[in-house]
């Protein structure tokens, strides 16, 4: 009976190792030139992130204003439409209110409707004082689509803010 396990053992463990690539493979090779980064087109729109809030009166361990932030700013900047000093014209005015956060963990992702990461957002957008539009948005992270997503906070900011910033796409004029 041992001498079959070991037989197994023996057989089995290097095609899973070749199976799943970790023996046997010679990895990502590198390009002598890499491409150079093409420049993102600037925008007639420019948005500028003035504030975000959290009104949910509750203390996260996580930074949820900052990462809100950095994920709206990072996803303005793809599309061109971050304002900055250099900008000309006066820029749209964004101020985002985190209305709702529940974050969950991985061990409890596995049961439906008892772990989920929720994220739910609300942003207004001013220009020269005056209300333009207001852009609400949320997402679920939890069982089924996501459920073994690590730091699913994480993702789930990144997720809200390009939403925000696809959302603002549709709804500003451009001037």
């Not at 942003?123 to 073994?148: A, C, F, H, L, N």
């Amino acid at each position: 009976m041992v001498k079959k396990i070991r037989f197994l053992a023996l057989v089995l463990l290097p095609l899973c190792l070749v199976g799943c690539g970790l023996w046997g493979s010679k990895g990502a090779s590198v390009p002598a030139n890499p491409p150079a980064e093409a420049a993102v087109p600037q925008s007639p729109v420019q948005v500028r992130v003035a504030d975000v809030s959290n009104d949910t009166s509750k203390v996260f361990d996580v930074d949820v204003i900052g990462m809100l932030w950095n994920g709206i700013e990072k996803s303005l900047q793809e599309k061109g439409m971050l304002w900055t000093p250099h900008s000309t014209g006066e820029p749209y005015v964004m101020k985002a209110h985190i209305v709702y956060f529940r974050e969950a963990h991985l061990a409890t992702r596995v049961l439906p409707y008892v772990g989920r990461t929720v994220l739910k957002v609300r942003v207004d957008i001013t220009r020269g004082g005056q209300p333009v539009t207001t852009i609400e948005t949320s997402k679920t992270i939890g069982y089924g689509k996501g459920m073994w997503t690590f730091y699913a906070w994480r993702k789930i900011f990144a997720e809200v803010s390009k939403d925000i910033v696809a959302k603002a796409v549709e709804k500003l004029p451009a001037h």
